[in-house]
């Protein structure tokens, strides 16, 4: 069955991004036996979602799309559709993530995902009643990276093992220097190798980046 999700996220430039299944105390619908994590599959991601209705000017495209999209996929295979936006109540993807067998806290506190790095995102999860098998946890991909030059590549020094001070991120982007950040992504979610090979578009960072410092 996992093979068929696959399949689906595929067609909508959509990735599996890790699950798990569900414990008893899990406060998720009832009937709920694995949770899949949902994310952009990339290349290509954001040009398929440009090309969407949803694109049409108006407010929170990437969100209504994805209502739209992965609430199908739920209903095409008898599932429920969660997000990370339009609470409350509020869902805990970072917990769900850490428990997904592909991410993981950096060193700077940031998720880290075994694919997309310090990209990683998620669109919506799907809550399976089937009890599927799911592939092996991976391993943190932060141990076996020598150089961890997201330690240091905040140039504001906003975001470091000690934590995130959030009105030194804000004040720097309003800078001419903190534009390079608002036109490409944070510099510390780029600096992760893994977020190299991902290939996201820095039209679609700066579209969240534009969301986060408004």
Not at 35 to 64: K, S, V
Not at 71 to 78: I, K, S, T, V, W
Not at 129 to 143: M, V
Request: glycine share 8%.
């Amino acid at each position: 069955m996992l093979a068929q999700i696959t399949e689906l996220a595929a067609s909508h430039n959509l990735a599996i991004f890790g699950g798990f299944h569900v414990m008893p105390d899990d406060p998720l619908p009832k009937g709920t036996q694995t949770l899949l994590l949902i994310g952009p599959a990339e290349p290509g991601f954001w040009l398929h979602l440009a090309a969407q209705p949803e694109w049409d000017g108006a407010p929170d495209p990437l969100d209504r799309w994805s209502r739209r999209v992965i609430g199908r996929m739920a209903c095409d295979l008898g599932a429920k559709a969660l997000f990370p936006f339009g609470g409350p109540p509020w869902h805990p993807f970072y917990t769900w993530a850490l428990r997904s067998g592909r991410a993981w806290a950096s060193p700077v506190q940031l998720l880290v995902h075994s694919e997309a790095g310090l990209f990683a995102s998620y669109r919506g999860a799907l809550a399976l009643k089937q009890h599927i098998s799911l592939p092996a946890p991976e391993t943190r991909p932060c141990d076996s990276c020598a150089d961890q030059p997201c330690l240091t590549a905040c140039p504001a020094r906003a975001i470091t093992p000690a934590g995130y001070d959030l009105p030194t991120c804000h004040t720097y982007l309003d800078t001419p220097d903190g534009q390079g950040c608002m036109s490409k992504g944070c510099a510390v979610r780029r600096a992760c190798p893994l977020s190299h090979a991902y290939a996201r578009m820095d039209l679609q960072s700066a579209y969240h980046m534009g969301q986060f410092h408004r």
